[in-house]
């Protein structure tokens, strides 16, 4: 026999509770930035020391239909999803973004936790790739968005080459999903380019405080 999943019924509802709602609502509302980049370009490294100086910054949570792998945990590592449930959020239009990876999975941003933690005063932070980044311009257009950029075409081939993670046939494929995306840059609200980590960083949060 199947077993309920306790988060699609809150992820249906308008009403999401993150395990931060009990705390008291702050006097303003949060709000919501987009950060999008090209592989290798440092996204992860940039967004923990964002997280770590900023103060009210919350990550969302993607939901998905593949199976959780060893260690990770419903509601934490993501929400997972079978196929009705994700197709039920779409319908409802409780996906701020999704897509089909690989033909085989589909992963997407919950629209009711991201609601819910703006409500409460959050900074809320939504990592995603260009289509996403597109989407979201419908679903949350007040959401600025910022393109993390690499230095140069050449650092960005460089560091994807030496972290040694993908095959040379991967690499070539990451290489030409990255040219797209840095031919698409401008769409955005803002460019930060990463030649260190610091500064990226600092600008990052500069564009975070000037819209509070």
């Known amino acids: 026999m199947e077993i309920e999943n306790p988060y699609f019924n809150q992820l249906l509802c308008p009403n999401f509770k993150t395990s931060?709602?009990?705390?008291?609502?702050?006097?303003?509302?949060?709000?919501a930035f987009v950060i999008c980049g090209p592989t290798?370009?440092?996204k992860g490294t940039v967004l923990r020391e964002v997280f770590r100086r900023l103060?009210?910054?919350?990550?969302?949570?993607?939901?998905t239909t593949r199976a959780p792998r060893p260690g990770e945990a419903n509601g934490k590592d993501y929400y997972f999803l079978n196929d009705a449930e994700f197709s039920a959020l779409v319908a409802a239009q409780q996906m701020l973004e999704w897509a089909t990876v690989h033909k085989i999975h589909r992963y997407g941003t919950p629209a009711a936790p991201v609601h819910d933690a703006i409500a409460h005063g959050k900074t809320v932070i939504l990592e995603v790739d260009l289509d996403g980044a597109r989407q979201i311009r419908h679903s949350l257009p007040q959401a600025p968005q910022i393109f993390l950029a690499p230095p140069s075409w050449e650092e960005l081939q460089t560091r994807l080459i030496g972290r040694g993670t993908e095959s040379q046939q991967e690499q070539q494929r990451r290489l030409a999903t990255a040219k797209i995306e840095l031919a698409a840059q401008n769409e955005f609200d803002y460019i930060v380019v990463n030649n260190t980590v610091a500064n990226a960083t600092e600008e990052i949060l500069q564009i975070i405080t000037q819209h509070r």
């Open 20 to 31: 931060e709602s009990s705390a008291p609502a702050n006097s303003c509302q949060g709000l």
């Open 40 to 42: 290798a370009v440092g």
């Open 55 to 63: 103060p009210q910054s919350w990550y969302s949570i993607s939901a």
